[in-house]
């Protein structure tokens, strides 16, 4: 995969200087019944960086990203964005952030530009500054040319530019980003994370996003939380968590590895297999 230009230098820079924390969450938890899908998550993100909740299917990363955007209540614990409680303050904490979820959030049968008008009346945008918002999201995201076709006729990685740009038309602090890359071939996937890379760089946008691609994460994330069964097995910057092992050339999966004793394949059921098909096809 394109490795991104500076991105660990920068990560280490982001941490060095100490920016302001945007999201913090203490003990966050989240039983469905008896089991705990996410169990005492703790951890923070500075505004500005990338990074990535990591783990096999199941472990729990979409169920906390469901919890942080307001989505589904939280079991025990607490998370705060930009300050805000997101159990006590949702209205708030709703306008900060953008939110990609897994699964579809465009409508095949309007054009990008209708899905986008939807979208900045959502987000109470004022009439006259909507047009231009329109278009400068659609510039950023290269997909001018193809604003006025139909997103039933767009490619796998046209959507998933759509849906990004959808999530960033009221200037988001954070954008969530839940298996952004999930059924993508490697050029459109690689499209996807320069556009996120440019997006933290233009605008200072935080981006948390979940991966089950350590690689992935490697080349993008300033830091990561690797989960297994809902729990925070480690986290840190890549680089320091490749440089604990003290084994020569490491990498995020020998890390995975090392702390949970298990591949980040295994488990793959037939959910896991159905679901990731559904999604590539979905996608084209
Ligand atoms: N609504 C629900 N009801 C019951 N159990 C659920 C529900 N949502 C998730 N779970 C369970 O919680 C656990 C964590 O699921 P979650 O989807 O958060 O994992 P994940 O790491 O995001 O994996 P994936 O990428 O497969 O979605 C799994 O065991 C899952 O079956």
């Known amino acids: 995969m394109t490795k991104l230009t500076g991105n660990t230098d920068l990560s280490e820079s982001l941490l060095s200087n100490h920016k ?10 989240r039983y469905f019944g008896k089991a ?16 990535g909740l990591l783990g096999p299917n199941g472990a729990g990363k979409s169920t906390a990203i469901k919890m942080l955007t307001t ?27 953008g939110y990609v979820p897994q699964a579809l959030s465009a409508d095949g049968s309007l054009t990008g530009y209708e899905n986008l008008l939807i979208f900045a009346k959502l987000y109470d945008i004022p009439a006259k500054y909507r047009q231009r918002r329109i278009k400068e999201v659609l510039d950023f995201m290269g997909l001018q040319a193809a604003a ?10 046209m959507i998933r530019k759509l849906e990004i740009a959808q999530s960033i038309m009221h200037h ?19 499209q996807v994370w320069q556009l996120v890379e ?26 990561v939380a690797i989960m297994q069964q809902g729990q925070v097995v480690t986290k840190g910057a890549p680089n320091e968590l490749k440089a604990s092992l003290g084994k020569p050339n490491a990498t995020l999966d020998d890390v995975f590895i090392h702390y ?10 037939y959910r896991d297999t159905a679901r990731t098909r559904r999604t590539a096809q979905r996608l084209g």
């Open 172 to 190: 988001p602090k954070i954008l969530f980003l839940d298996e952004p890359t999930v059924g993508l071939d490697p050029i459109a996937r690689t």
């Open 20 to 29: 302001p924390v945007i999201l913090e969450t203490q003990g966050l938890t």
């Open 36 to 51: 705990a899908a996410v169990n005492n998550l703790s951890i923070t993100v500075e505004q500005g960086e990338v990074f």
């Open 148 to 157: 006025h076709r139909l997103v039933r006729n767009y490619s796998g990685g």
């Open 198 to 223: 440019q997006l933290r760089v233009d605008y200072d946008t935080t981006i948390f996003l979940t991966t089950h691609f350590l690689e992935e994460a490697d080349n993008l994330c300033s830091r």
């Open 71 to 97: 989505l589904l209540p939280l079991s025990t614990g607490s998370a705060t964005i930009a300050g805000y409680d997101v159990t006590h303050q949702s209205a708030q904490v709703r306008r900060l952030f």
């Open 260 to 269: 949970t004793g298990d591949q980040i394949t295994s488990g793959v059921s």
